[in-house]
């Protein structure tokens, strides 16, 4: 009994003894010379429970130079410093116990604006150095001092970076993931990345950058991914050495026009992004020239683009293989041609909400029906009709000779798609077998006079052409189909 309650008051005098050196760490926290204790039991700062991270997120604290309390060879991988107040990185007061321990350095979202050269010169395992959303203004290469051996992604996007010089990253050697989004970036140079030797990923988003230098990244020689969206590029840059570039993301910058061998320098790309561009306006021939293992284009979400030339692709044989997906949704494309690219090879296509015209140009793309994303509208062009659906195939159901039939009818058996609906003509459309074809127009459909309130019917064919003409009789819209020339 007595030895219990012995047990019971040392406890307590050790709990205290702890809350009373987690008190005092508190009051010299504006000493930089001194630890701030954490993961105190109850009610310190901090967190420890799991294994190898220590968890400080939105605990307003401002050091990172921490110790943890009844540390009995405790291990730190990872520090969580997210949210916090800090301002300046010392030199020996970043987790200065643990600092060849850890592998992980989580400091987004503070207030950072100085760090101090040679800083991570003791985290020789440092790995993932994540300085976003702090308040940089720029970058000295003695910041990453001795971390060449280990870190593999530096993450500087959201702070005030206005131009990267001296090279300040030439001792990351091995680094192989850099991001510099939303900075207002205005300047680099040839000598910006210098050192970045295996490179794989670089992202630039949301800069100011209206202008690259062609030898900015000529260091890059594995670069694999350039994200450059939403800068201020009016042109395709011209960039040497990146041999082994497979993405591009050009994507939201005010690019006018794709020019002609605009992608001569990078002959491995496989992947392009050419989305929510307001100012492009043509893609002109050869454009995309050169380009033996493209395998994905965007090109969406630019209004004033009306046209792709028929030869933008040139005769690429190798599309053929590997072209497999094609992103042409949301322009004001008025024709797209036939031979522009080997459709038949290509397993997506999005080409919905463009400005086609309804005439035979388009008949190809029957051909390719059940691979198409999405609505397909063409405007008639004396535009009394507004838009309506024209493509969705079900071969199972429409030969080769087959006939097309915009409607609200289905007829069991041979539906072929969808629906749609637009000011003037609502409906979905079936296909109809050439061995009905005869039938059903002359016996129901060449007699019949139809008002748009009860059914209202379009009909386009591969062979014939089916005209028809708009009667306003009172409050109706009455449509009659008249037979043109075979």
Same mark, same amino acid.
């Given at each position: 009994?007595?030895?219990?309650?012995?047990?019971?008051?040392?406890?307590?005098?050790?709990?205290?003894?702890?809350?009373?050196?987690?008190?005092?760490?508190?009051?010299?926290?504006?000493?930089?010379?001194?630890?701030?204790?954490?993961?105190?039991?109850?009610?310190?700062?901090?967190?420890?429970?799991?294994?190898?991270?220590?968890?400080?997120?939105?605990?307003?604290?401002?050091?990172?130079?921490?110790?943890?309390?009844?540390?009995?060879?405790?291990?730190?991988?990872?520090?969580?410093?997210?949210?916090?107040?800090?301002?300046?990185?010392?030199?020996?007061?970043?987790?200065?116990?643990?600092?060849?321990?850890?592998?992980?350095?989580?400091?987004?979202?503070?207030?950072?604006?100085?760090?101090?050269?040679?800083?991570?010169?003791?985290?020789?395992?440092?790995?993932?150095?994540?300085?976003?959303?702090?308040?940089?203004?720029?970058?000295?290469?003695?910041?990453?001092?001795?971390?060449?051996?280990?870190?593999?992604? &530096?993450? /500087?996007?959201? +702070?005030? %970076?206005?131009? !990267?010089?001296?090279?300040? *990253? =030439?001792? #990351?050697?091995? @680094? $192989?993931? &850099?991001? /510099?989004?939303? +900075?207002? %970036?205005?300047? !680099?140079?040839?000598?910006? *990345? =210098?050192? #970045?030797?295996? @490179? $794989?990923? &670089?992202?630039?988003?949301?800069?100011? %950058?209206?202008? !690259?230098?062609?030898?900015? *990244?000529?260091? #890059?020689?594995? @670069?694999?991914? &350039?994200?450059?969206?939403?800068?201020? %590029?009016?042109?395709?840059?011209?960039?040497?050495?990146?041999?082994?570039?497979?993405?591009?993301?050009?994507?939201?910058?005010?690019?006018?026009?794709?020019?002609?061998?605009?992608?001569?320098?990078?002959?491995?790309?496989?992947?392009?992004?050419?989305?929510?561009m307001p100012q492009l306006t043509l893609v002109e021939d050869c454009a995309f020239c050169t380009l033996n293992h493209l395998n994905t284009i965007a090109i969406t979400d630019s209004p004033l683009l009306k046209l792709l030339d028929p030869f933008a692709f040139g005769s690429n044989i190798s599309l053929k293989y590997n072209l497999k997906i094609v992103d042409f949704s949301n322009?004001?494309?008025?024709?797209?041609?036939?031979?522009?690219?080997?459709?038949?090879?290509?397993?997506?296509?999005?080409?919905?909400?463009?400005?086609?015209?309804?005439?035979?140009?388009?008949?190809?793309?029957?051909?390719?029906?059940?691979?198409?994303?999405?609505?397909?509208?063409?405007?008639?062009?004396?535009?009394?009709?507004?838009?309506?659906?024209?493509?969705?195939?079900?071969?199972?159901?429409?030969?080769?000779?087959?006939?097309?039939?915009?409607?609200?009818?289905?007829?069991?058996?041979?539906?072929?798609?969808?629906?749609?609906?637009?000011?003037?003509?609502?409906?979905?459309?079936?296909?109809?077998?050439?061995?009905?074809?005869?039938?059903?127009?002359?016996?129901?459909?060449?007699?019949?006079?139809?008002?748009?309130?009860?059914?209202?019917?379009?009909?386009m064919f591969y062979d014939r052409t089916f005209n028809y003409t708009k009667r306003d009789i009172s409050k109706f819209i009455r449509w009659k189909f008249n037979r043109g020339r075979a």
């Amino acid at each position: 009994m007595v030895n219990g309650r012995m047990d019971k008051v040392y406890e307590i005098v050790l709990l205290l003894t702890t809350l009373h050196s987690f008190t005092k760490s508190q009051l010299s926290m504006n000493n930089s010379s001194a630890a701030m204790l954490v993961c105190v039991p109850i009610q310190g700062p901090c967190s420890c429970e799991q294994e190898g991270i220590v968890n400080c997120n939105g605990e307003k604290l401002e050091t990172v130079n921490l110790k943890i309390a009844n540390d009995n060879g405790v291990v730190v991988e990872q520090l969580n410093m997210q949210e916090n107040m800090l301002t300046k990185l010392r030199k020996g007061e970043v987790m200065p116990r643990y600092e060849k321990q850890l592998m992980r350095l989580d400091l987004r979202r503070n207030l950072i604006h100085q760090i101090e050269p040679a800083v991570f010169s003791s985290m020789i395992n440092l790995h993932d150095l994540l300085l976003s959303n702090n308040k940089l203004t720029e970058l000295q290469s003695s910041i990453f001092d001795n971390v060449d051996l280990s870190l593999r992604n &530096l993450d /500087l996007s959201h +702070n005030l %970076l206005e131009s !990267i010089d001296n090279s300040p *990253f =030439e001792n #990351l050697h091995l @680094l $192989l993931y &850099l991001y /510099l989004d939303d +900075n207002p %970036l205005k300047r !680099i140079t040839n000598t910006s *990345f =210098e050192g #970045l030797s295996s @490179l $794989l990923e &670089l992202s630039m988003e949301n800069t100011k %950058l209206k202008f !690259i230098p062609k030898d900015a *990244f000529k260091s #890059l020689d594995y @670069l694999e991914v &350039l994200s450059l969206r939403n800068n201020q %590029l009016e042109t395709v840059p011209q960039l040497s050495n990146l041999k082994k570039l497979n993405r591009l993301v050009l994507s939201g910058n005010p690019i006018l026009r794709i020019s002609t061998y605009a992608f001569q320098l990078f002959p491995n790309l496989e992947n392009i992004q050419l989305r929510h561009m307001p100012q492009l306006t043509l893609v002109e021939d050869c454009a995309f020239c050169t380009l033996n293992h493209l395998n994905t284009i965007a090109i969406t979400d630019s209004p004033l683009l009306k046209l792709l030339d028929p030869f933008a692709f040139g005769s690429n044989i190798s599309l053929k293989y590997n072209l497999k997906i094609v992103d042409f949704s949301n322009n004001s494309l008025q024709s797209l041609d036939k031979e522009l690219l080997p459709w038949e090879n290509v397993t997506e296509i999005w080409l919905a909400n463009n400005s086609f015209r309804c005439d035979e140009s388009l008949n190809w793309m029957f051909d390719i029906g059940k691979k198409l994303h999405g609505n397909i509208t063409c405007i008639e062009k004396n535009d009394l009709n507004g838009n309506f659906t024209i493509l969705k195939k079900d071969n199972s159901c429409c030969s080769k000779n087959g006939r097309i039939l915009f409607s609200f009818l289905v007829l069991p058996g041979c539906s072929c798609g969808i629906g749609f609906s637009t000011e003037k003509v609502y409906g979905g459309f079936i296909c109809l077998c050439s061995k009905l074809y005869f039938f059903i127009y002359t016996k129901i459909l060449q007699p019949l006079m139809i008002q748009k309130s009860s059914l209202t019917l379009i009909m386009m064919f591969y062979d014939r052409t089916f005209n028809y003409t708009k009667r306003d009789i009172s409050k109706f819209i009455r449509w009659k189909f008249n037979r043109g020339r075979a």
